[in-house]
């Protein structure tokens, strides 16, 4: 125990800033990426609207690992080269912006048609619509669905030790390749990702409750 | 028609004129971008016959399916121990006990929000310092079990609020006891709604399977990952293999949208959105 905190506790640090990092960066990217390929697959526009739709089933679908291990490992085959941490952070941008992508259009969804046909039947044009009418609504029900999303990516980060990103779950696990110290340094990491997430979940509820309307 | 729908207006002759180059140019961008790509993997010498001619070779394809045999079975070791345990887990989670809703209320946020892998290095380098040291395979499917039942218990808690209140009411109206009620009326039911939700989320339980990469357990993904060892045709193997996950796992996200289609009515309103998205 004693070992743990003289020791250790830079490394745990380290690999918990390096988490957050990553999680804040791969969903970030997602967001971006997600609206993205969500605005693809409603478009008007069809080899744009399949496109969306490959890549949504590409992505849902595919294992973090192995898109990890493609970018990392494969991609020099090919003489594409990037750091760690950018090789993490693309594979996890890729598969976060196809699920937001859903979590977009679920919200978009939950809308109720007849709230965008009386937009419309009061003359708003297609930006009306979408500012006055869509948009508000649509953020309140997308809000824990994106949240669902955030924690996702959270908990997918510890995938990324598996291709030599020093994040917290690698870090605990090479501490304790080196001293066995028992659970401790486990619990502390999940209590760790616990608490993030929790504060996620926090966030996400008192964004929900600010954005509601009482009908 | 839905509301993503209902956002434009029938395109009218201008509009459709603007479609039709959006469409063009989007064709031409796209051919492109998939032509560079085939480009530079010709470049590097990557698309030479004898580096993908291996899988077409019996014992490499062997090789590959024991793996893929593999995966199949830690899937399905999983999914039979953590739908009864989410099941037990949302049940408690629903009941009126106080202690035995606050622990399953924390089984599952817990297990919910730590990531598997974790669990994992748990049970392989953790917990064998207390002599407690299982066959590799547990080490995957145990840990893989307790964090999907905390899944599995939100979608079937999901599904029995799901039921109108009524049915139960009217159960215990007519004279059931409270264990009657949930088992003569609403799990049926709640069951029936799930089913969709829980194929689905096989999905997430064969991505889960890939941990055996990092664990050593001789799945689809560590096969790959010995086999490129051999051949040192990396991108062929991972490209190819991860096309496997992706024909699998889109087969059975078919299969439970079929079976969405044919419950129709309630289910498909638990959607995705009922539960955390299963990225990983």
Known sequence: MDQLFTTYLGDLLAGLWMTVRLTAVAFAGSLVLGTVVAAFRVSPVAPLRALGRFYVELFVNIPLISLLVVVTFGLPDVGVTFDLFTCAAISMVLLGAAFTCEAIRSGVNAVPVGQVEAGRAVGLDFFGVLRHVLFPQAFRSVVQPIVNVFIGILLSSSLAGVIGVKDLTLQVSEINNKAALGLTTYLLAAFAYIVIALLAGGLGSRLEQRLKVLR | ?280
């Open chain 2, 1 to 280: 028609m839905s509301t993503q729908d209902s956002l434009f207006d029938v395109a009218g002759p201008r509009a459709r004129r603007r479609i039709r180059i959006a469409t063009l140019v989007s064709l031409l961008v796209i051919a492109a971008v998939a032509a560079l790509v085939v480009l530079r993997f010709a470049q590097a010498g990557q698309l030479a016959a004898d580096r993908w001619a291996e899988f077409t070779q019996g014992p490499y394809l062997l090789f590959l399916l024991a793996g893929l045999g593999n995966t199949a079975v830690a899937a399905a070791a999983s999914a039979v121990l953590a739908l009864p345990l989410g099941l037990l887990l949302a049940l408690g989670r629903l009941s009126k006990g106080g202690i035995l809703r606050r622990v399953c209320t924390v089984w599952i946020e817990c297990f919910r929000s730590v990531p598997l892998l974790l669990v994992v290095y748990i049970f392989v380098s953790g917990l064998p310092q207390y002599g407690i040291n299982p066959d590799i395979f547990w080490k995957l499917v145990i840990p893989i079990t307790l964090c999907s039942s905390a899944v599995m218990a939100e979608i079937f808690r999901a599904g029995i609020t799901a039921l109108p209140s009524g049915q139960a009411e009217a159960g215990l109206s007519i004279g059931l006891s409270g264990g009657q009620v949930t088992r003569a009326i609403v799990l049926p039911q709640a069951i029936r709604i799930v089913v969709p939700s829980m194929v689905a989320q096989l999905v997430v339980l064969v991505k889960d399977t890939t941990l055996g990469y990092a664990v050593s357990y001789p799945e689809l993904m560590k096969t790959s990952n010995n086999l490129t060892a051999y051949t040192n045709h990396l991108i062929q193997t991972y490209l190819i293999i991860a096309a496997v996950y992706v024909v699998t796992n889109v087969l059975i996200s078919h299969f439970a949208r079929w079976l969405e289609s044919r419950f129709s009515g309630r289910s498909a309103r638990l959607g995705r959105s009922a539960v955390g998205a299963g990225i990983g």
